[in-house]
């Protein structure tokens, strides 16, 4: 913790990958953004790099497909999410899309046979992330409550390793 009475300004990483992110304009303590390239995650924290780690996923779709064709890379990306203190995972939709899926996904109704995932096997994934790898895994709804979600989130840490908890 710095010898700060008020938490610095401070700017939002966003990965140059992330597809279809957030946005973060100055506000409050927020500078606003930078894109720059992240090892783990798609949002951190400028300075703050190696304390907090936010993974976005967008739509239940996505969240499939990192668990089922590219669960190599994806498992990969938890793994190098341990050394981080603070780490997320913002789902951009309701518990009761993954229980159901892939019912009232975006997937053609001709494809859904072929599907050899479901969502109680990716409720049991992101169950272990929690359990055994300490990752918060939290259903936010849609995009806007991520977005909040995130941007407190962020300034939590920021607060967290400047000034202290906020009494």
Do not use: W
Not at 25 to 39: H, R
Request: aromatic share 12%; hydrophobic share 35%; charged share 30%.
């Amino acid at each position: 913790m710095g010898n700060y009475t008020k938490a610095p300004d401070f700017y939002v990483i966003k990965d140059t990958r992330e597809q279809e992110g957030y946005y973060f304009s100055a506000y409050g303590s927020c500078l606003g953004m930078v894109e720059q390239k992240l090892d783990t995650g798609d949002y951190a924290i400028q300075g703050l790099e190696d304390k907090c780690c936010i993974e976005r996923k967008g739509c239940i779709e996505e969240l499939a497909i990192n668990l089922g064709k590219t669960k190599h890379a994806f498992l990969n990306e938890i793994e190098r999410m341990k050394s981080f203190p603070h780490k997320f995972i913002i789902l951009e939709f309701e518990l009761s899309d993954l229980v159901n899926f892939p019912e009232n996904s975006r997937i053609p109704e001709k494809n859904k046979a072929k599907l050899k995932i479901t969502g109680k096997y990716m409720l049991k994934c992101l169950m272990e992330f929690q359990l055994y790898d300490d990752v918060h895994v939290l259903f936010c709804g849609n995009k806007r409550n991520g977005f909040l979600t995130v941007s407190s989130i962020l300034k939590r840490i920021n607060e967290m390793y400047t000034v202290g908890r906020k009494k």
